[in-house]
């Protein structure tokens, strides 16, 4: 596609449901990352992608978070037992590879995540 | 651990007006350095990026300079327009993960 895409664009869940959340990256951006957006927290880092592996996930809050990444190409996170306190906005980047103006991270919209 | 700083927290100009969006960090060990705009409900957008070696980047009306030894960037709008009102967020990489400031909301009066 032209652009990052990540759906939903809105979830609301009861506390203690699980939620996935999907993003697909713009063809060929090696690079994928996860941010979440919260009230007075700003954009905190989640986890990022190198292909199908992850060797930077030292942003996850916790173990009730985890994420996974097929083909090169979408990646889904997924938190579980969710808790009040994981409301916010989850965004994700993705960027053509490390370093230099490859390293330019696009975003997508978001999903805004509300757990009542 | 690094801190990324951005002052003002909010800034309201006429338009027309030249301004300058500040943001300080406290590791001066970057890769590179983005500024972004984030309209409400939507994603962010790159606007420039600096790489560490570089001390400033140009795109049309804004300019972003880069002074790693002070830990400091400023962005510089010039003649500033009403579809600029956004907020501008200042990220610095380590590599991998972007640290963001909390952001300056702009709004620009017609």
């Known amino acids: 596609g032209a652009g990052v895409s990540q759906s939903p664009s809105n979830k609301v869940t009861e506390k203690g449901k699980d939620v996935e959340l999907r993003c697909d990256p713009i063809s060929g951006h090696t690079a994928l990352y996860w941010y979440r957006q919260s009230l007075g927290q700003g954009l905190e880092f989640l986890i990022y992608f190198q292909g199908n592996s992850a060797p930077d996930k030292s942003g996850l809050p916790s173990d009730r978070f985890s994420a996974e990444r097929t083909g090169g190409s979408v990646s889904t996170l997924t938190i579980q037992r969710t808790q009040q306190e994981d409301s916010a906005v989850y965004l994700c980047a993705s960027s053509l590879a490390l370093g230099g103006i490859k390293n330019i991270q696009y975003f997508g919209a978001g999903t805004r995540l509300s757990v009542l | ?110």
């Open chain 2, 1 to 110: 651990k690094q801190e990324v700083t951005q002052i003002p927290a909010a800034l309201s100009v006429p338009e027309g007006e030249n301004l300058v969006l500040n943001c300080s960090f406290t590791d001066s060990a970057i890769y590179n350095l983005q500024w972004f705009r984030q309209d409400p409900g939507k994603g962010l957008t790159s606007l420039l990026l600096i790489q560490s070696s570089q001390r400033e980047q140009t795109s049309g009306r804004l300019n972003a300079s880069l002074d790693k030894s002070s830990g400091r960037s400023t962005l510089y709008i010039a003649a500033s327009q009403p579809g600029d009102s956004a907020t501008y967020l200042c990220a610095v990489s380590r590599g991998t993960a972007l640290i963001f400031g909390k952001g300056t909301t702009l709004s620009v009066s017609s």
